[in-house]
């Protein structure tokens, strides 16, 4: 791709319009501007800007009024674009070519495409139109057949923190390779973002970078402290996960990150079946679910604690359902109320985190209400009251139903079958369907009927509703 622009800078021969498409952050506006330096550039080397010529550093030092950028999201009616019409007909002020940058493209209304295609029709040859989208099926199909497309694609964490090797040696930051390779991967394909990371980095911690440093940096854990973290989960240890979650707090990680970090961490195990799988799977999706509360949460790492509080106690429950069942016989399952939803916070297992073997006396002392929830027992006197009054409730409605609806209809049929037994010849009648006739003659179950324009219709008898008086 990069070959092939340059080779068309190299040869004189570029199109009058590009189209970069591809997912944000991947370099489609930077390579625009590098194009636009280029086919601009007085001395340009193997289709690359030199950035040393006059043109270059014009351009460079952002003092050319040649190269305009635009922003399709914030300017995309037709004014913007009628105004660009007329200010593509002049020729360029300082430079070879104007170069029109338009960002997010998609974005444009329809009219202002329409006249941005005149334009594109018969484009002036000082000039040309750069456009980059996240959302190249959004551009109109007559745009995209006058542009050149190019499809920019993510770029993998080894070239990027290659790149990032490249740049921090060019400003001399001693940066070790694992710090990169992190950067890299949390940039995920995006050479930007990496890039501002890095920046950030450098700006944070001076020269010296490790990765413990972007670690800090970037409010992000190390990968040991999310194996331990879901150890801790799965060991259903209250005291030793509320230790953990104050030191990731103490440290300032952003608890979010965290969570997905985890679940990735998680994804990954998943991966290679195990007999572990099914809890894990839930475990995912527990975590997952707090992570979104959080979102709407005010108070994200209490929300945090709770979450994950009630996450490893529904784990607990489910783990020691199968024993409780054998033990018990054909018992009602234990804890079968909170299989459906293993994230959903149970206020007996939040009061007290820290006191596990007190805890079953404490349930035992709960509301009914409680008890019934958790599925530890079955009260029967309030099921049985509740039967009775199901029983009373459909008594109540079925009388309703009867008087209301089924009486009057059954009294309406009578009604009717003593109208269609009653019918005869020259009777005037009217149907289901609102046609208006006279009888001509009765069979079995049909009837013909005279219409009004003296056209016969032969139908049902039962679909005589009506009898008019002549
Ligand atoms: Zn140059």
Redesign the pocket.
Same mark, same amino acid.
């Given at each position: 791709m990069v070959r092939t622009l340059k080779n068309a800078v190299s040869a004189g021969q570029v199109a009058h319009a590009y189209l970069f498409s591809g997912e944000r952050g991947i370099g489609k506006t930077s390579a625009a501007r590098i194009l636009a330096r280029a086919v601009n @550039?007085?001395?340009?080397q193997a289709g690359e800007?030199?950035?040393?010529?006059e043109? @270059?550093l014009t351009i460079l030092a952002n003092r050319t009024l040649d190269i305009i950028e635009i922003d399709g999201a914030s300017n995309r009616g037709i004014d913007h674009i009628r105004q660009l019409r007329e200010e593509v007909s002049f020729v360029p002020s300082d430079l070879r070519m104007k170069v029109y940058i338009i960002d997010e493209v998609h974005m444009l209304t329809n009219e202002a495409f329409n006249a941005l295609l005149k334009t594109l029709e018969e484009p002036p040859s000082h000039s040309m139109f750069v456009f980059a989208t996240t959302e190249a099926h959004k551009v109109p199909r007559t745009i995209l057949s006058r542009c050149q497309v190019f499809d920019f694609r993510r770029i993998d964490a080894a070239a990027i923190a290659l790149h990032l090797q490249k740049v921090a040696e060019s400003l001399e930051l001693d940066i070790t390779r694992d710090a990169t390779q992190l950067i890299a991967q949390r940039a995920n394909g995006g050479m930007r973002d990496a890039l501002v990371m890095l920046e950030q980095v450098a700006s944070y911690a001076g020269e010296q970078i490790s990765a413990d440093t972007v670690l800090d940096m970037l409010g992000l854990a190390d990968t040991a402290v999310h194996e331990a973290f879901l150890e801790t989960v799965q060991q259903g240890d209250q005291a030793t996960l509320v230790a953990l979650i104050d030191e990731l707090v103490d440290r300032g990680k952003d608890l979010e990150v965290f969570l997905s970090d985890v679940v990735n961490l998680l994804r990954a195990r998943l991966r290679i079946p195990s007999a572990h799988s099914r809890e894990e799977i839930r475990l995912s999706q527990g975590l997952l679910e707090i992570k979104a509360d959080m979102f709407r949460s005010l108070d994200r790492r209490i929300r945090f604690e709770i979450g994950v509080l009630a996450l490893m106690e529904s784990l607990q429950t489910q783990r020691s359902e199968p024993k409780e069942r054998a033990a018990g016989g054909r018992s009602e399952p234990k804890g079968s109320a909170d299989r459906g939803k293993p994230q959903s916070p149970t206020p007996s297992s939040v009061q007290s985190p820290t006191a596990p073997p007190v805890r079953r006396k404490v349930r035992v002392a709960l509301p009914v209400s409680e008890r019934r929830r958790s599925g530890a027992e079955s009260a029967p006197s309030p099921m049985g009251g509740s039967w009775i009054s199901m029983l009373m409730l459909f008594a109540v409605f079925g009388a309703i139903f009867y008087f209301m609806l089924i009486r009057p209809q059954r009294k309406r049929q009578t009604k009717m079958n003593e109208l269609i037994a009653g019918l005869k010849r020259g009777d005037l009648v009217v149907t289901a369907g609102g046609i208006y006739g006279e009888v001509d003659s009765i069979g079995d179950n049909t009837a013909v009927l005279i219409l009004e324009d003296g056209a016969k219709l032969k139908m049902a008898k039962a679909s005589i509703v009506q009898k008019r008086e002549k």
């Open positions: @550039c007085l001395k340009p800007p030199c950035n040393v010529c043109n @270059c």
